[in-house]
T-cell receptor, first 121, second 112 residues
Framework: AQKITQTQPGMFVQEKEAVTLDCTYDTSDPSYGLFWYKQPSSGEMIFLIYQGSYDQQNATEGRYSLNFQKARKSANLVISASQLGDSAMYFC??????????????????FGQGTILTVHP | KAGVTQTPRYLIKTRGQQVTLSCSPI?????VSWYQQTPGQGLQFLFE???????NKGNFPGRFSGRQFSNSRSEMNVSTLELGDSALYLCASSRRDSTEAFFGQGTRLTVV
């Protein structure tokens, strides 16, 4: 079973400042992937960043970086230089990864409850 | 490169009716998953299809069903609609050998 916990229902940040959104997880899968998605009011889930459980380095994608601490089972998202357009709901998610004779496959995505980020001018 | 396309975007149905939602994945993606998002339950996995076969199913009643066609397009059907089925239904597509999943804009279903 997999579980994602996002303990911050809402976060506020000043424009141009950095913000960290917390995510902790629990899984019995030995190999897995961790994701962050952004969901604006329009509803679309926008993929932001991915971290594999065996990746040695923390993932970065432009202004987004993932602070992955495997021993603590945490995968926090850091957004640098916040912009007004960053205001949205942010979801942390994970999926298990399985490799067998048929190749590699991935399980369902399990999501946290989300954090609403508001960027103030 | 076209993204994931879900139709319709908005839908209003009456209790007891049935509804069919459509999802066209990104070209070359053969895996399609469906998720239900509600304010109370958050995002919940419905089912996943790969090469026209259901590979995984979430904990939803049998009123929820789906299928995938040979061109990887997928449909989701909900029969005997209940008020609690009102939700945003999201579809995600991915390549079998890729961990990334890309979502469509969703179909917002309202049951009255």
């Amino acid at each position: 079973a997999q579980k994602i916990t996002q303990t911050q229902p809402g976060m506020f940040v000043q424009e141009k400042e950095a913000v960290t959104l917390d995510c902790t997880y629990d899984t019995s899968d030995p190999s897995y992937g961790l994701f962050w998605y952004k969901q604006p009011s329009s509803g679309e889930m926008i993929f932001l960043i991915y971290q594999g459980s065996y990746d040695q380095q923390n993932a970065t994608e432009g202004r987004y970086s993932l602070n992955f601490q495997k021993a603590r089972k945490s995968a926090n998202l850091v957004i640098s230089a916040s912009q007004l357009g960053d205001s949205a709901m942010y979801f942390c998610a994970m999926r298990g990864r399985r490799t067998n004779a048929g190749g590699t496959s991935y399980g369902k995505l399990t999501f946290g409850q989300g954090t609403i980020l508001t960027v103030h001018p | 490169k076209a993204g994931v396309t879900q139709t319709p975007r908005y839908l209003i149905k009456t209790r007891g009716q049935q509804v069919t939602l459509s999802c066209s994945p990104i070209s070359g993606h053969r895996s399609v998953s469906w998720y239900q998002q509600t304010p109370g339950q958050g995002l919940q996995f419905l089912f996943e299809y790969f090469s026209e076969t259901q590979r995984n199913k979430g904990n939803f009643p049998g009123r929820f069903s789906g299928r995938q066609f040979s061109n990887s397009r997928s449909e989701m059907n909900v029969s005997t609609l209940e008020l609690g089925d009102s939700a945003l239904y999201l579809c995600a597509s991915s390549r079998r050998d890729s961990t990334e999943a890309f979502f469509g804009q969703g179909t917002r279903l309202t049951v009255v």
